[in-house]
């Protein structure tokens, strides 16, 4: 059985802007059906988005 190999792209940016918020250090991953997922070093999961469209997006860090 052949298994389906996904294209994937990253990109390592030092700034993502979003909504006013400057987040530093973060890796852009591209899959090949156009959704884009950011990761921030030291908090994970920051966004997705799908063709230029926010889908998900990390809504508040709390300090402990």
């Known amino acids: 059985m052949k ?7 990253l990109l390592l940016s030092q700034n993502h802007k979003d909504d006013g918020r ?10 090949s059906d156009g ?15 799908y063709k230029g469209k926010t889908i998900t997006q990390l809504a508040k860090i709390k300090k402990k």
Do not use: D, L, P, Q
């Not at 298994?3 to 792209?9: A, C, N, T």
């Open 3 to 9: 298994e389906k190999v996904e294209r994937v792209k």
């Open 22 to 31: 400057n987040v530093t250090h973060v890796v852009e991953v591209t899959e």
């Open 35 to 49: 959704y884009k997922s950011y990761f921030a070093r030291n908090i994970g999961f920051i966004k997705g988005t």
